[in-house]
Nanobody, 122 residues
Framework: QVQLVESGGGLVQAGGSLRLSCAAS????????MGWFRQAPGKEREFVAG???????SYSDSVKGRFTISRDNAKTTVYLQMDSLKPEDAAVYYC????????????????WGQGTQVTVSS
């Protein structure tokens, strides 16, 4: 069983930056993708970014060029650097993990963190 714990959310002004972290513990498979999703009130959970075990990355069009996903050498911690934040980026951000590669459908991911709130003021 894999446990994911996020940190780093908070309140930021539009144009500012935040860095989210997600630490994985437990029996993490060797080929394990990690990613970030977000969910705003009244909306479905949407894919933000993902990174494979060998550091291939994928981003949603809405964050491409502004957000950067990375993972540490031990491959158990994933980061999401969020720059040039916009009010529409405000949401609860969830860390996710799955065996294999990156999928944009939330239902394909096996493990989830508890979520961290990101608020962007205009």
């Amino acid at each position: 069983q894999v446990q994911l714990v996020e940190s780093g959310g908070g309140l930021v002004q539009a144009g500012g930056s935040l860095r989210l972290s997600c630490a994985a513990s437990g029996r993490t498979p060797s080929i394990y993708a990690m990613g970030w999703f977000r969910q705003a009130p009244g909306k479905e959970r949407e894919f933000v970014a993902g990174i494979t075990w060998n550091r291939l990355t994928s981003y949603s069009d809405s964050v491409k060029g502004r957000f950067t996903i990375s993972r540490d050498n031990a491959k158990t911690t994933v980061y999401l650097q969020m720059d040039s934040l916009k009010p529409e980026d405000a949401a609860v951000y969830y860390c996710a993990g799955r065996s294999g590669g990156i999928w944009e459908r939330a239902t394909y991911w096996e493990n989830w963190g508890q979520g961290t709130q990101v608020t962007v003021s205009s």
